[in-house]
């Protein structure tokens, strides 16, 4: 990956490898067919945004622990970590299961200090069917507003033209395609040509892919500011990254939400062309304060890994981990397994995770009532670089009451 990142206000120092241009992962190709195919009955896969403690949600959006290509990645990673400060060593014995075996957790140094801090919502109640009317005349979107399938919208759902749609759930996700700036869009087919051919007096035809280059990024992130202000947003509420993927006509931006200066793991992700933006999605809600929370020490949140009740998970794998950057692909069997004997153990791999460091980060909570909570949690940084991650509210400030 190159980087062609330029200086630019709101696009902090961490995000310049972001910046530059990616290669694009090889699992790429299926990954955009089966977007595609969501994308017909409302764009909910490109709206969503990534959480592990959401439901399955594709997202995408690239990004680390703050946000970025690793899909599962979430929290903040510009926050200062905090690393152990020295004591008695830590031990949970107790084994986790994961989508890669079991394990147990040992760190020394914790903090034992409770603390508080503050928790935050989508004001989803702000947002009504006149304001989505006025946002989609200001984007050029023409129609009557509409609903159906849980959302608002205005516009053709197939994005034959300039659409615009709302989504009635937690940050009322939007999603916003304007066909005439779309890459990924190709001309009506010509008989004559022969695949891989070229049409009489032009050029090569090489898929559907534009020759145009992709905008750069200061004109990019520009024109995602000019986009906020059309949403009635206020740049300044946002951080900036932007990557381009190798060989595409098209700059990514994403404007990280943030909250109380603390970028959070939800953005506005903006498809930007030469021509201008083609498509974008993310929260059209804004962010409002729920106040401040008790939280436990980063010793108690430690002891939390090993507790079902608080849904500890891994949020980033090692760099040299294949769980990170590879992709499985399964071989057909050409003979049945053999047949286990008589008293075989069973295989129960326990890898030893030694946690080195912890942080406090922003993490969302999606609730029954489709709201999300944006409350704190703790990144556990492990020797190997892996993260892992437990809410850091306290018990007091949990609803731990089964839901029918």
Same mark, same amino acid.
């Given at each position: 990956?190159?980087?062609?990142?330029?200086?630019?206000?709101?696009?902090?120092?961490?995000?310049?490898?972001?910046?530059?241009?990616?290669?694009?992962?090889?699992?790429?190709?299926?990954?955009?067919?089966?977007?595609?195919?969501?994308?017909?009955?409302?764009?909910?896969?490109?709206?969503?945004?990534?959480?592990?403690?959401?439901?399955?949600?594709?997202?995408?959006?690239?990004?680390?622990?703050?946000?970025?290509?690793?899909?599962?990645?979430?929290?903040?990673?510009?926050?200062?970590?905090?690393?152990?400060?020295?004591?008695? +060593?830590?031990?949970?014995? !107790?084994? /986790?299961?994961?989508?890669?075996? @079991? =394990?147990?957790?040992? *760190?020394?140094? %914790?903090? #034992?200090?409770?603390?508080?801090?503050?928790?935050?919502?989508?004001?989803?109640?702000?947002?009504?069917?006149?304001?989505?009317?006025?946002?989609?005349?200001?984007?050029?979107?023409?129609?009557?507003?509409?609903?159906?399938?849980?959302?608002?919208?205005?516009?053709?759902?197939?994005?034959?033209?300039?659409?615009?749609?709302?989504?009635?759930?937690?940050?009322?996700?939007?999603?916003?395609?304007?066909?005439?700036?779309?890459?990924?869009?190709?001309?009506?087919?010509?008989?004559?040509?022969?695949?891989?051919?070229?049409?009489?007096?032009?050029?090569?035809?090489?898929?559907?892919?534009?020759?145009?280059?992709?905008?750069?990024?200061?004109?990019?992130?520009?024109?995602?500011?000019?986009?906020?202000?059309?949403?009635?947003?206020d740049p300044v +509420?946002?951080?900036?990254? !932007?990557? /381009?993927?190798?060989?595409?006509? @098209? =700059?990514?931006?994403? *404007?990280?939400? %943030?909250? #109380?200066?603390?970028?959070?793991?939800?953005?506005?992700?903006?498809?930007?062309?030469?021509?201008?933006?083609?498509?974008?999605?993310?929260?059209?809600?804004?962010?409002?304060?729920?106040?401040?929370?008790?939280?436990?020490?980063?010793?108690?949140?430690?002891?939390?890994?090993?507790?079902?009740?608080?849904?500890?998970?891994?949020?980033?794998?090692?760099?040299?981990?294949?769980?990170?950057?590879?992709?499985?692909?399964?071989?057909?069997?050409?003979?049945?397994?053999?047949?286990?004997?008589?008293?075989?153990?069973?295989?129960?791999?326990?890898?030893?995770?030694?946690?080195?460091?912890?942080?406090?980060?922003?993490?969302?909570?999606?609730?029954?009532?489709?709201?999300?909570?944006?409350?704190?949690?703790?990144?556990?940084?492990?020797?190997?670089?892996?993260t892992w991650s437990?809410?850091?509210?306290a018990d007091e400030?949990?609803?731990?009451?089964?839901?029918?």
């Amino acid at each position: 990956m190159t980087d062609d990142s330029t200086s630019s206000p709101n696009l902090n120092a961490n995000a310049a490898a972001e910046a530059g241009t990616r290669r694009r992962p090889r699992w790429y190709a299926v990954t955009a067919l089966a977007v595609a195919g969501m994308v017909g009955v409302g764009g909910y896969a490109l709206g969503a945004q990534n959480n592990s403690s959401a439901p399955s949600q594709p997202s995408a959006a690239p990004g680390d622990v703050a946000g970025g290509p690793a899909p599962v990645a979430r929290g903040n990673s510009d926050a200062p970590a905090i690393t152990p400060q020295g004591g008695a +060593e830590s031990m949970q014995s !107790s084994m /986790v299961p994961g989508f890669f075996g @079991h =394990r147990t957790f040992k *760190a020394s140094g %914790l903090s #034992d200090t409770e603390s508080t801090a503050l928790g935050f919502t989508f004001d989803s109640s702000a947002v009504t069917p006149a304001t989505i009317e006025a946002l989609a005349a200001a984007l050029g979107v023409t129609g009557a507003l509409e609903q159906q399938d849980g959302m608002w919208f205005v516009g053709p759902r197939d994005q034959s033209a300039p659409y615009f749609g709302v989504f009635l759930y937690s940050g009322l996700d939007f999603t916003y395609a304007n066909p005439a700036n779309s890459p990924w869009i190709c001309p009506p087919a010509d008989p004559a040509v022969e695949p891989g051919g070229t049409p009489e007096g032009g050029t090569e035809i090489e898929g559907c892919v534009s020759a145009t280059p992709p905008p750069s990024e200061e004109a990019a992130i520009e024109s995602v500011r000019d986009f906020l202000v059309t949403l009635g947003r206020d740049p300044v +509420e946002f951080e900036f990254t !932007s990557f /381009v993927y190798e060989g595409a006509s @098209h =700059r990514e931006v994403q *404007a990280w939400v %943030l909250a #109380d200066g603390q970028r959070t793991e939800y953005s506005i992700t903006v498809s930007v062309a030469g021509s201008g933006i083609a498509s974008a999605y993310g929260p059209l809600a804004e962010l409002v304060s729920l106040g401040e929370y008790s939280v436990v020490s980063e010793q108690e949140a430690f002891e939390r890994l090993t507790d079902s009740r608080f849904g500890a998970h891994q949020t980033s794998w090692p760099a040299d981990d294949p769980a990170s950057t590879e992709v499985i692909t399964w071989t057909p069997p050409t003979a049945p397994p053999t047949t286990p004997g008589e008293g075989t153990a069973v295989a129960w791999p326990v890898t030893d995770v030694e946690i080195t460091g912890a942080r406090l980060i922003l993490q969302g909570q999606y609730q029954d009532d489709g709201t999300v909570r944006i409350v704190p949690a703790y990144e556990f940084t492990a020797s190997d670089g892996g993260t892992w991650s437990v809410i850091a509210v306290a018990d007091e400030g949990l609803d731990f009451s089964s839901q029918s």
